[in-house]
């Protein structure tokens, strides 16, 4: 476990994570945003063994499985990835979609808040999120991050958050 919340559990993902993997990346809601397609069952499993791997190359960042304490389940994945920027990791979410809109979204970023000043000295977070995305966009702008347009694509917005 990378962190805890009053919710939920944030770990690493171990092989038996790929149903999760498979059912968010296969549900159109849930892509929606992503900028790809649908996986393949094979296509995720080579992913979850990417993020498994790279656990050893970057400890303490990566694409992690968010469980509910509560409900005993799976609920989603989120990350915090480190940039080409000293100090600067970027942080985000996904989540089944049978899990929107009961403040999870909110509650991870809050938790990598807290993980990133106490555990990897992170000076700023940042995430990257379509104009359209509202539901994000709300999630990081309650938290107070600053909005900026996205340097690559008038359809993107990149949110920031300063620790220090």
């Not at 945003?33 to 499993?45: A, I, K, L, T, V």
């Not at 995305?133 to 909005?147: A, P, Q, T």
Request: charge should be neutral.
């Amino acid at each position: 476990m990378i962190l805890e919340t009053e919710r939920l559990i944030v770990r690493e993902f171990t092989d038996e994570d790929i149903d999760l993997i498979y059912d968010i990346n296969n549900d159109p809601e849930c892509i929606k945003f992503n900028g790809w397609d649908s996986m393949s069952y094979e296509r995720c499993q080579e992913e979850i063994r990417k993020w498994i791997e790279k656990y050893s190359f970057s400890p303490g960042t990566g694409a992690f499985c968010v469980e509910s304490k509560i409900e005993k389940t799976k609920i989603g994945m989120a990350f915090i990835v480190s940039t080409d920027k000293a100090g600067e990791y970027e942080v985000g979410f996904r989540l089944r979609r049978i899990h929107w809109d009961k403040g999870y979204a909110k509650e991870i970023t809050k938790g990598f808040i807290k993980y990133s000043k106490n555990n990897l000295n992170a000076s700023v977070l940042i995430a990257e999120v379509y104009k359209s995305n509202i539901k994000s966009r709300n999630v990081f702008e309650k938290l107070e991050f600053s909005k900026f347009q996205h340097p690559h694509g008038e359809d993107g917005l990149v949110y920031k958050y300063n620790l220090k």
